[in-house]
């Protein structure tokens, strides 16, 4: 059974902070990995993709690749409480486009 | 969310009662998902069509659920009978064509409560 794992949390962090939130998955195979944005009582809302090792930078998202290791890594520089919801990690089984979902890290910006 | 129409919003049935959800993807999509999210997990794939054919329905329990798209557009999703572990919130999700990897754009959701 193919996995995505991710800390379920509470992650709270500051105003102004970096957020970091991690996911690792199991099929070494996989070649593409999504990050979704999930408010309360809404649909998740695509915000990076990421195909190949190291960094993807789009404003004050970074994505993060390390297939070696079968992490891939979202981290959010000068955190609003705007951005505070639950980040879903997905990795489409290799060969396929079905995604496996993480369940999700709820963050939560402290004003 | 923005382009992937689905109804209703919400519905509440008694459970053994049917329903049936619909989803119209932005136009030239050609391929379309059905996902089923639990409250406190992450979405879950039930079938995924391409045009008119399913390339997934590896997790749909078809003994109850059942879906079609017809004319490769519009798509509708059923559950006969329901039951109380099928309440959950039902996303339609759809990829624009020439994405590279297919990234999925999902819907507003229909949330069903089987009471």
């Known amino acids: 059974q193919k996995e995505v794992e991710q800390n379920s949390g509470p992650l709270s962090v500051p105003e102004g902070a970096i957020a970091s939130l991690n996911c690792t998955y199991s099929?070494?195979?996989?070649?593409?990995f999504f990050w979704y944005r999930q408010y309360s009582g809404k649909s998740p809302e695509l915000i990076m993709s990421i195909y190949s090792n190291g960094d993807k930078e789009d404003g004050r998202f970074t994505a993060q690749l390390n297939k070696a290791s079968q992490y891939v890594s979202l981290l959010i520089r000068d955190s609003q409480p705007s951005d505070s919801a639950t980040y879903l990690c997905a990795v489409p089984s290799s060969g396929t486009y079905k995604y496996i979902f993480g369940t999700g890290t709820r963050l939560k910006v402290l004003a | 969310e923005a382009g992937v129409a689905q109804s209703p919003r919400y519905k509440i049935i008694e459970k053994r009662q049917s329903v049936a959800f619909w989803c119209n993807p932005i136009?030239?999509?050609?391929?379309l998902y059905w996902y089923q999210q639990i409250l406190g997990q992450g979405p879950k794939l039930l079938i995924q069509?391409?045009?008119?054919?399913?390339?997934?329905d590896s997790q749909l329990p078809k003994d109850r659920f059942s879906a079609e798209r017809l004319k490769g557009v519009d798509s509708t999703l059923k559950i006969q009978p329901a039951k109380l572990e099928d309440s959950a919130v039902y996303l339609c999700?759809?990829?624009?064509?020439?994405?590279?990897?297919?990234?999925?754009?999902f819907g507003p959701g229909t949330r069903l409560t089987v009471l």
């Open positions: 136009s030239g999509h050609a391929t």
């Open positions: 999700a759809s990829t624009p064509p020439g994405r590279p990897y297919n990234e999925q754009f």
């Open positions: 099929d070494r195979g996989s070649q593409s």
């Open positions: 069509f391409q045009n008119n054919g399913v390339v997934d």
